[in-house]
C-alpha cells in the first residue's frame, strides 16, 4: 500500500481537493483510502446511543456496525496520541492511502498552499514533501508547482510518483 499525505494550513482546502481528487483516481482503477488528523477532539457518535454509553463506561474500544458500514472506536484515555504510521496498521490494504494533516510525519507529502492564508511553505526545508499544489506562483522552491485545480494533473503526477498501475 502507498501512503501519501497531504499537509497544508487551515484553510488551504485539503478536504476540498481530496474530494475531487478520490473520485479521479477511482477512475483511473485505484483503490483510494483516506486517514484525517483533527486537531481537536471529536466524536463519531452521540450521546444517548448504546455506543457512546459503553465509552462512557470505560471500555478502551467500541466497534459498531451495520449492513452499510462498521466503525471502531478507540479511547486512548492518557495514552499518547498514535503516529500516522501506527494507525496506518489498522487500514486494510489499498492501492493508495491518502493522509490529510499529519503535516510533520515521515511519509512523503504534497503541499497545498495558499497565499493569502498568510503562512509560509510547510515544503521549505522538509524533504518529506514531494510537490506544492497551488492556484498562486511559488518562488524559490524546487518541488514541482501543479495547479490546485488541475485534477488530471495532480492525479498523474500522484500515479507517477508512487508507481501505482493506473489506467490513463
Partial sequence: M???GLGGWSGAGKTT???KLIPEL?????SVSTMKHAHHGFDVDQPGKDSYVHRQAGATEVLIASEKRWALMHELRQDQEPSAA???KHMSPVD???VEGFKREPHDKLEIYRAENGKPLLSTGDATYVAILTDTPVEGTNLP???LNAIPAIADFIVKHCGLKAKP
Fill in 86 to 88: 501506527d494507525l496506518t
Fill in 26 to 30: 477511482i477512475r483511473r482503477g485505484v
Fill in 96 to 98: 493508495l492511502l491518502l
Fill in 145 to 147: 508547482v501543479i495547479d
Fill in 2 to 4: 502507498k501512503i501519501l
Fill in 17 to 19: 481537493l481530496l474530494s
